[in-house]
């Protein structure tokens, strides 16, 4: 924790610029006595029956983003990078897709980051998701490759939650994959049916 907040003090200035840019605000209303932004970071968690798949660095079952956006009450947005490092918000539009392992062991326990960013003091109102795409194949014991049906559904993900952002405090929200209901078995292949929600906003 005091590693982040050492990264926080050294950027500042620089992080306070970009996210009043982000916002919609001209430099000339920039205020330099402007609350010092706070955290927050999204992570995956997976629920599945583990009687069937289990978590294992065996096991796949890829999640794929476009983007990930935060939504302010007054619906000014601010786009939820990868970590803290990534500075370069202002140049959203060419921010790459990010791939998860829905069963990877860290979601278990809600630890797999989905992104983690600098926001300005507030209330915001949802969580955006742009083009969720789930991937192909659940790929079991390092070699089954189980055909997904209805794979090529790529969705926006909106998720209205009402959250605050509070100066130099973390807001974790964790997101949820219900495996157990988003993935149907048949004989050999596997339908998507997916079930995503918010199931814990937490404040630190």
């Known amino acids: ?14 992080l306070l610029l970009g996210i009043m840019v982000l916002l919609g605000l001209s430099c000339s209303q920039y205020n330099y006595s402007s609350p010092l932004p706070g955290i927050v970071s999204i992570r995956l968690h997976t629920i599945v029956d583990t009687t069937q798949i289990s978590f294992s660095p065996l096991n796949n079952f890829t999640l794929t983003v476009s983007q990930i956006w935060a939504f302010r009450s007054d619906g000014a947005r601010a786009e939820v990078v990868a970590d803290l490092t990534a500075l370069t918000q202002t140049q959203s539009s060419g921010s790459s897709s990010r791939s998860f392992n829905t069963l990877d062991a860290r979601a278990q326990d809600s630890s797999l980051y989905l992104g983690e960013t600098f926001l300005p003091p507030g209330d915001y109102t949802e969580i955006f998701i742009q083009k969720a795409q789930p991937g192909h ?68």
């Open 1 to 14: 924790m005091k590693n982040r907040w050492n990264i926080l003090r050294n950027v500042v200035p620089c």
């Open 137 to 204: 194949y659940v790929v079991l014991d390092g070699y089954r490759n189980i055909p997904i049906v209805n794979d090529t559904i790529q969705q926006d993900l909106f998720f209205r939650k009402p959250f605050k952002i509070r100066e130099g405090h973390y807001t974790n929200i964790v997101l949820t994959i219900n495996l157990d209901s988003s993935l149907v078995r048949l004989a050999d292949q596997f339908y998507f049916n997916p079930l995503y929600y918010i199931s814990s906003v937490q404040y630190e």
